[in-house]
């Protein structure tokens, strides 16, 4: 994408984007009432009935045999949680027993875009609904068309769940991941004192994440999150689970996108359709390791 196009593109984006926010204010002040902790800004968090419609949807690698016209599974669900009622978006590459969907993208524009030089903060829950599985979320500085172009290229920080066999032969546990140079690591779980891996996250536990985002140019030490983890019997207090993680791209572009990726893998050697929860997806300016209310 040539610098003039991205700066046209990036201009009507903000314009969007503070169109968006106000509408979802407004939404959350007919449905919700207001947040009692205005920091955070709300993404996404599913209650309204048609949330999953203001979400963009791509297979734009669709291989399946015999083919099956969008076999993604992006959908509303909601459960009883704690007595309470729950909504929450399944993500799921295709149905089970559907192979070669190899690029299921899911994405939506931030409500507030993070320009170059500025640190924020994510939260989001997920639940693993089911391994084996594949799955990456996170943020994207690109716009639509150029997300579908590049698809896991226009991710930036990037949050990865998987439990794959990679073409190395490495078998990944299922354990949270991050991006480094090179590939991904998992997240620790005691990270200050540099000790094990963390365990794969188990199925049908709610995770809180939070991942501190820095879009500073990388000569001053940005383009890094550090992540942190709550959930489960391992992390059952928040949790520094990585820090100084890197963006995948580096572009020093506005970040301005949430981005969700998944994949049944090839048909010789399929990855699982497992689903992944996702629920209550937030973003605040500066450090802010609080959960929104």
């Not at 009883?80 to 993208?105: D, H």
């Not at 409500?111 to 997920?126: A, D, K, L, S």
Request: proline share 5%.
């Amino acid at each position: 994408m040539s610098k003039i196009k991205h700066s046209m593109w990036y201009l009507g984006l903000v314009l969007m984007a503070n169109s968006v926010l106000s509408q979802e204010q407004k939404r959350m002040g007919e449905n919700h009432g207001l947040l009692s902790d205005p920091k955070w800004q709300l993404i996404d968090d599913f209650e309204a009935k048609d949330s999953v419609a203001s979400w963009i949807k791509a297979d734009t690698k669709n291989e399946t045999k015999p083919f099956v016209a969008k076999p993604q599974v992006t959908k509303r669900r909601t459960e009883k949680l704690k007595g309470n009622s729950n909504s929450y978006m399944l993500k799921k590459a295709a149905q089970e027993g559907v192979i070669g969907n190899r690029k299921a993208l899911t994405f939506k524009a931030l409500p507030q875009i993070v320009e170059v030089g500025e640190t924020y903060t994510f939260y989001t829950r997920i639940n693993v609904a089911a391994f084996p599985n594949n799955h990456a979320f996170g943020l994207s500085n690109m716009d639509p068309e150029d997300i579908k172009k590049h698809d896991y290229n226009a991710f930036e920080a990037t949050l990865r769940v998987t439990d794959k066999r990679e073409s190395s032969g490495l078998k990944n546990t299922g354990a949270l991941m991050v991006k480094v140079p090179g590939g991904y690591a998992n997240v620790k779980y005691n990270l200050v004192n540099n000790e094990r891996d963390a365990k794969p996250l188990e199925p049908g536990q709610w995770y809180q994440i939070w991942y501190v985002v820095n879009n500073a140019p990388k000569k001053q030490g940005g383009q890094t999150y550090d992540v942190y983890l709550q959930g489960g019997e391992e992390f059952p207090e928040q949790t520094l689970v990585y820090k100084n993680a890197s963006f995948r791209m580096q572009r020093e572009w506005p970040l301005t996108y949430f981005l969700i990726n998944c994949n049944t893998g090839p048909h010789d050697k399929p990855y699982g359709n497992g689903g992944l929860k996702y629920d209550d997806i937030y973003m605040t300016k500066g450090i802010e390791l609080t959960s929104p209310s």
